[in-house]
């Protein structure tokens, strides 16, 4: 966990590191930035430990009472998707033993979208495989490698089709399946997040442990520059720079949870056919996006798929991302319309 909470700062602080010193670049065929209060300068920042993750916000000429108000939505958002909150929207799900629950309007946009990602991924994005994910232990920190007996078992019990959404948010799963919404929910968050802040701000950086959102600009008119770790490097070592604005930048990387059996690294992001962490040249996967949701997802996808499949997907669905290999390759998504800038 201190290791966890550890990545999570060193992230950040590459984030808001890289917010001091850079020239303001054109953005062209862009509208620019929503309208915003006057830019004085004046930052606020606060840090909470929602999601399993470490969540650091900075905000910049921000409205009186709005960090309260994204402190307490952040609870909100805990409250109705953690798999371990007793009457949580998932955690009713999970224990509904095969009868149909309603949900909140959140929950339900996120199960869309995860369903969504399921069928265009070919089963590679699959919220349904948490009786898989909790026997890893990644998530409480009981890590250890399941033997294949338990793995099969709960193998068997991941099949994305069997969730059911039905008309009202009635959404149904068979007794005994399980759903985890690790993949994608702090994506969501960070959207809904990104919309509170969007015009009550002049400028804003929300890091919900890899999934960052910028809003706005720095206090000096200038863009973001947030950089993409590297992975071969230590924790604060930036492969490259992106600078951007009004955008969310999410990575998905094999280094952020795991452990070392025997000399073999295991990581948690599965791949849903197997059961096992995702085996393939890829070290990590950066999407930028509007759509922080829609990254998250995107990301974990293009770590289980690999990089030749995760480039197709790409393209066929139209996102902008940066994957890192195991032997050190840099490889940039055609038309890659953000300024990117690969240090050394
Ligand atoms: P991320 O860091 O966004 O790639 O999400 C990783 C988290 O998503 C893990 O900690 C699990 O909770 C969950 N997860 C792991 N593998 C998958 C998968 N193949 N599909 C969906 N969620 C997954
Ligand atoms: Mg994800």
Known sequence: MKKRIFTYLLILCTALFCLGGCAEKSREGDNGPAPSPERKGVSTSNT?????????????????GLMDEIMSACGRYEALLSKTVEGSDVWRINHADGQPVQVSE?????????????????????????PVIALWGFTDGSERMPTDEERLTALALVDDSQLKLEGDRMVSLPAGMSIDLGGIAKGYIADKIAEMSEGNVSGAVLNFGGNVYVVGLKPDGSEYRIGIRDPQGTENDS???????????????????????????????????????????LMSATIVSKSSMEADAMATICIVLGAERAQEILKAQGFDAVLLTKDNQSIVTDAFPYQIHFVQ
Not at 248 to 277: A, N, Q
């Open 48 to 64: 909470g430990f929602f999601f399993d993750t470490v969540v650091t916000l900075r905000l910049y000429d921000a409205r009186d």
């Open 106 to 130: 959140e929950t339900w946009q996120i199960l869309q979208s995860a369903k969504h990602f399921y069928e265009i991924s070919d089963g590679a994005f699959s919220i349904t495989l948490a």
């Open 239 to 281: 492969k490259a720079i992106l600078t951007v604005h009004d955008t969310s930048v999410v990575t998905s990387g094999i280094y952020e949870r795991y452990f070392i059996k025997d000399g073999v690294w295991y990581h948690h992001i599965l791949d849903p056919k197997t059961g096992m962490p995702a085996e393939n040249e």
